[in-house]
T-cell receptor
Framework: EDQVTQSPEALRLQEGESSSLNCSYT??????LFWYRQDPGKGPEFLFT???AGEEKEKERLKATLTKKESFLHITAPKPEDSATYLC??????????FGQGTRLTINP | DTAVSQTPKYLVTQMGNDKSIKCEQN?????MYWYKQDSKKFLKIMFS???????INETVPNRFSPKSPDKAHLNLHINSLELGDSAVYFC?????????????FGSGTRLTVV
């Protein structure tokens, strides 16, 4: 069964303090590793898709990387507006996304 | 110009009632989904439809019945609501082809059963 585990569950950082979020996965036939951002009371918002080990993608202060077993979301010099829950998901051959439980990130000014 | 829209945004109802949630997408996607997000923020798939055909039906009580009148609409009807049905329900859409492009989500419907 496809499975996604994210760590930590919650992370509190000071503004400008860089860190990384982890997403470990097991899947039969990876068809993409996805990162979403979710703000309170809203639906998940797409950030990145990674398709193969070694691939990296960047957007502003965020950078996502992928290995055969895990993905990292690196946050460089975060700002308070980066506070959100970050969700990782894998696309499988069953044409569905399987999500992790998310990491709740808080950036203090 | 909302891409995936759900109505209503909030739904408060008593146990035993029947309710529906509607979803529409204007992205031209061929596949639509219903996901349930529990109190711990865990998103789990319930159903998916491709061009009006049911293709994923996870282990969901048969009180939940999806209906897709066309590929731009996917509704969720829930009979005999129970306290445990309280959650946020998200509709999503995607284009499914050889590559997997991920989903576009709606803003969710918060269902509270009292």
């Amino acid at each position: 069964e496809d499975q996604v585990t994210q760590s930590p569950e919650a992370l509190r950082l000071q503004e400008g303090e860089s860190s990384s979020l982890n997403c470990s996965y097991t899947v039969s036939g990876l068809r993409g590793l996805f990162w979403y951002r979710q703000d309170p009371g809203k639906g998940p918002e797409f950030l990145f898709t990674l398709y193969s080990a070694g691939e990296e993608k960047e957007k502003e202060r965020l950078k996502a990387t992928l290995t055969k077993k895990e993905s990292f979301l690196h946050i460089t010099a975060p700002k308070p507006e980066d506070s959100a829950t970050y969700l990782c998901a894998v696309g499988s051959g069953a044409q569905k996304l399987v999500f992790g439980q998310g990491t709740r990130l808080t950036i203090n000014p | 110009d909302t891409a995936v829209s759900q109505t209503p945004k909030y739904l408060v109802t008593q146990m035993g009632n029947d309710k529906s949630i509607k979803c529409e997408q204007n992205l031209g996607h061929d596949t639509m989904y219903w996901y349930k997000q529990d109190s711990k923020k865990f998103l789990k798939i319930m159903f998916s439809y491709n061009n009006k055909e049911l293709i994923i039906n996870e282990t969901v009580p048969n009180r939940f019945s999806p209906k897709s009148p066309d590929k731009a609409h996917l509704n969720l009807h829930i009979n005999s609501l129970e306290l445990g049905d309280s959650a946020v329900y998200f509709c999503a859409s995607s284009h499914v082809s050889g590559s997997f492009y991920g989903y576009t989500f709606g803003s969710g419907t918060r269902l509270t059963v009292v």
